[in-house]
């Protein structure tokens, strides 16, 4: 990058279903948090991208009425959409402006109402989410069936099993009943994973995040508007990786990982100077259980195969060898598309700012880690940050 | 309060691919081979995005395969709600080709199947 980029304000709104507001409100619950945590005021931000899929909501083209509602007008020139990645691509975005030194400031807002559509028309948004002319139109491919793809092959090479996806989940909700931003809240087991209805088998309801709405916000800026803003603790974006693949996905070859995961982190660790055993804390995009096994490895945290041992290990949890995702990840904090990729660099800034209270993670380096993944690994970012 | 509902319509492009639709019909699965370099797609392509040409021949793919992957959907999405539950999977033929079906029989990574169609969709009958 050729200027330094920092995060120096972080908002993120109640995830759930939320009809209690529109889009609008709901996007301003996060943008208010982040002004007021940076110490900021709109007229100081000198652009605004605005995150969304929006394909699931009334507004489907989001931008502008969210940017009025937000004292925004004349500030947002540009929606992004990378599905599932949306917020991350938004993020990108940003990072890029201020690197590129077109902007010093420059906001990111993920939004997504989700929950205004039904159940069976969701789905068929999210069959779409490959390749509507080769698949779902004679499949009829639902997007928890393009993970079970990889679950099922993934059980069948490494003897991973329905029992060691559940206990992402049950981690997801154990650390979910301690934010009280999050979708759920209620503590789930093991036996309550494997009972719960078969969506796209082995893929179970409770293997899957939920539907729903909520935003996010990050205030990025430029190393020269840290010193000048006088800003406590920045914390530096040291790494981007981006990748993608194939939408037709049979065309993969082989359905155990990622590749556009790894070859976003290696992208990610090469220009951080860093390895994956230095990242002390992580979001992983565990949209279903087998997401985040599969994340383990592609972020080379274990070598293939081995995710699910590092789970049972408890590894991943608080205080272990790298803890993933103690705000209860995308499964129980909850999957608001556009405003996921946000939420997690919301996340990673709190722990790395030392502000996570009861999930608060001990650091050493300092080092945190987003992975997030749009579609089935059509879209991927991972970013690292430092304080 | 209720929204006003958006209900989209779609006309898809048919002649494009007819081969392809045409040999579903018949129990037959066709795809494009790039004439220039030999580059063989699936699914069928116009276009070589390898050596740039679009002058592509149609042929016809082997129907012996291995079945890859698999999933069965319970839950279906809308335009599919009135099927009973059906089992996508990914079966690698032995021409190398990955292609997406729905699987007939008793799935099982690694198992043998044979290829065909039910007039509408690429079929993968799993081989006891
Ligand atoms: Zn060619």
Redesign the pocket.
Known sequence: MNRKVAVIGVGNSKFGKRDDVTIKELAWESVKEALEDSDLTQKDIDITVIGSTAYRGTEIYPAPPVSEYCGLVGKSPIRVEAACATGSSAAFTAINLIASGLADIVMAIGVDKMTEVDTSTSLAIGGRGGNYYWEFHMYGTTFPTYYALYATRHMALFGTTEEDMALASVKAHKYASLNEKAHFRNKITVEDVLKSRVISWPIKLLDSSPISDGSATVIFASEEKVRELKIDTPIWVKGVGYSSDTSYIAARGEWVGLEAARDAAAKAYKMAKISPLDIEYATVHDCFSIAEIMAYEDLGFVEKGKGAELLREGQTEKDGKVAVNLFGGLKAKGHPLGATGLSMIYEVTKQLREEAGPVQHSFKRYVALTHNVGGTGHYAYVMIFNR | MDGIPLLFKYTVPDKLYEKFWEGLKKGEIYTTK?K????LYYPPRKD?E????SDMEWVKLSNEGILMTYSIVKQKPQGFENYSDYIVGIARNSDGVNLMCWVKGEAKVGKKVRLTTDGQRVICEVIE
Do not use: H, L
């Not at chain 2, 220039?36 to 580059?39: D, N, Q, R």
């Not at chain 2, 390898?50 to 040409?53: A, E, L, N």
């Open positions: 790039c220039k370099c030999g580059t070589c390898k050596c740039m040409s």
